[in-house]
């Protein structure tokens, strides 16, 4: 087992640092901002802002953050070729006026397709890959997690999930690096006091045995559906939510080791991809 992939098992996420740059961040903020700025009338949201179905408002812009191959490569370790796009959200937080009373709140969770652990590691159901756009200080607001709560069956009142928590590390983490989490890591954000807006996107993933949760059948999504299906590009076509592998893979009798399943798996999609790209 690798180093990344042992530290994900025992600790319930991992840092990719510097994942993304300047020249691909602004564009992100930018659609943030214009977002928000076409979000108005009596039920647009004041206190934060979060825009769900990225891909089919701006497949262009997200496709490269959604099929990421250092994500999708990693993630595949994690829970096989199986990986589907649950949602991408862009969001974004004012900020608070730091004698606001709710500044220093947190937000304890796990993850939509989480469970309470059971104190042994498990594969998730989903992975979040959180990208920050801005550095994350203690006035912008560090992620918090509770290192291996997807293990320990951490519990929490509904009081102390809005504590800091003694066993919590704060992350500070730089504009462009991504997390990825396990779905069961109890963590939270921190209030944004900045003076500034706080952007971040999350691409959360699950296993293509479940439904997702944005919609795949806009006219974007339907086009990236074609794009992959063309190019006999399997990978993509399951994190739209189209695994044409699924009734074999999901019931293959699983008399050998996963892993080494998941490797005939992967070069299965690898040689699906070049006969076409030869073709
Ligand atoms: O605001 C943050 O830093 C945390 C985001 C978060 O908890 C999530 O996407 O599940």
Redesign the pocket.
């Known amino acids: 087992m690798n180093d990344r992939l042992e530290s994900y098992r025992r600790d319930g996420f991992t840092v990719f640092a510097g994942a993304y740059d300047e020249s691909q961040m602004q564009p992100w903020r930018d659609e943030q901002d214009r977002l928000e700025s076409v979000s108005t009338g009596p039920h647009a949201p004041n206190r934060s802002w979060w825009f769900g179905n990225m891909l089919e408002r701006a497949p262009h812009l997200m496709w490269p953050a959604v099929a990421n191959p250092l994500v999708l490569d990693f993630a595949e370790q994690i829970v096989g070729p199986f990986v589907q796009l649950d949602n991408l959200t862009l969001a974004a937080f004012p900020p608070k006026d730091k004698d606001d009373p709710t500044a220093k709140n947190c937000a304890w969770?796990r993850?939509r397709w989480g469970h309470m652990p059971s104190g042994h590691y498990q594969r998730p159901m989903s992975l979040?890959a959180?990208c920050y756009l801005q550095d994350l200080t203690d006035e912008s607001?560090p992620?918090r997690v509770i290192r291996s709560s997807h293990i320990n069956p951490v519990a929490m009142t509904e009081e102390e999930r809005a504590q800091p928590h003694p066993d919590e590390e704060l992350l500070y983490l730089k504009a462009g690096d991504l997390v990825l989490t396990h779905s069961c890591l109890l963590?939270?954000?921190t209030p944004n006091t900045s003076g500034k807006k706080r952007y971040?996107f999350?691409v959360y993933y699950n296993i293509s045995w479940l439904k997702y949760t944005d919609t795949f059948d806009g006219p974007n999504c339907r086009q990236l559906i074609g794009w992959a299906r063309e190019h006999n590009d399997h990978r993509a076509l399951r994190l739209l939510g189209q695994d044409d592998h699924l009734q074999l893979r999901a019931n293959s009798g699983f008399q050998e080791p996963d892993e080494a399943r998941w490797a005939q798996w992967q070069q299965a999609d690898r040689d699906a991809l070049a006969e076409e790209s030869a073709a």
């Open positions: 969770h993850d979040n959180i607001g992620l963590h939270s954000g971040f999350s």
